[in-house]
């Protein structure tokens, strides 16, 4: 396969390293806005850059037919707009908010606690996230989701960050920067009695990585045309 990176940071170098490692050919890499005429020779972009450049850069591939795989958090106010490229370019996308499969299996756990959590008045929910000191948005996409996830699962109809006041009604989402922290997130329903917490702690970038790269192979074997994610990969 293929591919052209856009946004060669911490997280395309890492890709490059698996995608390599599965026998693929990486084209094309840059660090700005993608010249289309060198990167329309790849099977399939990879989408990591930040979160103003994402809208674009997604939106050049769709034009250009390249099916795009993309992880770039902090942009989905502009999802919609996406779609309706896609829809109209005939054109294959895919985005998560969390690649990794560890963290898609634990999206399906905090549904399963969501729905059992949701008659159980006395607890009050709180989500938790951690990450490196670079990271530029907060809360963290896979916050937004575990939060939304919850969200269509419960009566709870919104989520807030920073957390509001302690009766509100919203799910309060908590984001701490450390050092050296690749991404934690946590749930807790907390009563009087006790907690029932569930977490998730990634010890490098390698299962974010590796996923975009099952996925990049899943969507260029994709007959269909359209917007997808990890579940269609994954099948879960
Ligand atoms: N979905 C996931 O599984 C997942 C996992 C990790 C990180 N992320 C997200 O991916 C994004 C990148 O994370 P990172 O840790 O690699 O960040 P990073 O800062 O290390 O890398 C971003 C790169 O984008 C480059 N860039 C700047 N403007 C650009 C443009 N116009 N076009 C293309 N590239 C441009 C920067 O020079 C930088 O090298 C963030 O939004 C992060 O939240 C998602
Ligand atoms: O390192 C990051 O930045 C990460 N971003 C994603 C998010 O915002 O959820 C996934 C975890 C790592």
């Known amino acids: 396969m293929k591919i052209a990176i856009i946004g060669y940071g911490k997280m395309g170098q890492s890709i490059e390293q698996i995608a390599q490692g599965r026998g693929h050919n990486v084209i094309y890499k840059t660090n700005e806005k993608p010249n289309l005429s060198q990167a329309k020779q790849a099977d399939v972009a990879i989408e990591f850059s930040i979160p103003e450049a994402a809208f674009d850069n997604i939106s050049e591939c769709i034009k250009n037919q390249i099916p795009v795989i993309s992880g770039t958090t902090g942009w989905l106010d502009q999802f919609e707009d996406v779609a309706r490229l896609v829809e109209k370019n005939h054109s294959k996308f895919l985005y998560a908010s969390n690649f990794s499969i560890g963290v898609n299996l634990f999206f399906k756990l905090n549904s399963m606690l969501a729905q059992m959590m949701k008659t159980q ?24 989701s575990l939060a939304e996830q919850i969200i269509e699962h419960t009566n709870y109809k919104s989520w807030s960050h ?67 994610n990890m579940n269609d990969v994954l099948n879960i």
């Open 121 to 144: 008045k006395e607890y009050k929910v709180d989500i938790s996230e951690i990450h490196h000191l670079e990271k530029k948005d907060a809360p963290s996409g896979t916050a937004i």
């Open 162 to 228: 920073p957390p509001k006041a302690k009766n509100s009604k919203d799910i309060p989402i908590k984001a701490f920067r450390e050092k050296g922290i690749f991404g934690t997130h946590e749930i807790s329903y907390r009563s009087e009695i006790d907690d029932i917490e569930i977490k998730h702690t990634a010890h490098n970038r390698k299962g974010f990585a590796l996923g975009a790269v099952l996925a990049s192979e899943w969507i260029v074997n994709q007959k269909n045309h359209g917007c997808f």
